[in-house]
């Protein structure tokens, strides 16, 4: 069996994530150290423009990169070449017709599907924060949460706060990492210095914005 987060929309005006695995233990699969390619294959045919499909996953996951050192995101743009993370805006079918899932991505150590992250298209997302509620889910922070599972982290239930925690509130800005977060993928990936931290905020300010819309 595949193993995945597949987040859900929940009455009382939140998101609400589910691991379908058993246990407490550590997901025990991270990626080798070096680069991963990503692409945003299938994209929304709702209002959201495409550079801002692409951009928030690119936001998304540099959200991770900025904190660790041993691996590299590349977004890859040749249509068909073969990538580490497939990203894509998928059809209600694809999620068993299930209204309720906004968005599902496999833990690594998984084969070809490791690290993809498959969004449900039947959902009118938006990547400006002010606008969140059910009806506009935030696709930035889903993304961040999402990805996280790519990297091979589980949920966190000991920081409300973090961008790992099983749950999330509409309309609260999520839109960083927690320390704990933070803590995390470092230990799985090592710890980017404040040097090199400057250096790339410098390089990528023009896309460091987080309401894009
Ligand atoms: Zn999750």
């Known amino acids: 069996m595949e193993h995945f987060c597949e987040s859900h929309s929940s009455e009382s005006n939140s998101l609400k994530f589910t691991e379908n695995i058993e246990g407490i233990d550590e997901w025990p699969h991270s990626w080798p150290e070096g680069e ?33 050192r041993k691996l590299k995101f590349r977004r890859e743009r040749t249509p068909g070449a ?15 017709n299930m209204k309720g899932v906004l968005a599902h991505a496999y833990f690594p150590g998984q084969g070809d599907i ?61 839109n960083s990492l927690h320390p704990r977060d933070v803590a995390r993928i470092q230990e799985r990936y090592g710890a980017r210095t404040i040097s090199q931290r400057i250096i790339d905020y410098f390089r990528n300010r023009r896309d460091m914005g987080w309401d894009f819309d």
């Open 36 to 68: 991963i390619s990503y692409r945003l294959n299938n994209k929304t045919k709702d209002v959201l423009k495409e550079r801002l499909q692409h951009k928030a996953v690119t936001v998304s996951l540099r959200a991770w990169q900025l904190r660790i």
């Open 114 to 174: 490791s690290g993809d992250c498959h969004i449900n298209d039947e959902w009118n997302w938006t990547t400006h924060s002010a606008l969140q509620k059910l009806s506009t889910p935030p696709l930035v922070p889903v993304l961040i949460h999402e990805f996280g599972h790519s990297l091979g982290l589980r949920h966190d239930t000991t920081a409300m706060d973090s961008i790992m925690y099983p749950s999330f509130d509409l309309g609260k800005k999520k």
């Open 82 to 96: 073969s990538v580490d993370f497939n990203v894509s805006f998928e059809p209600l079918s694809h999620f068993d």
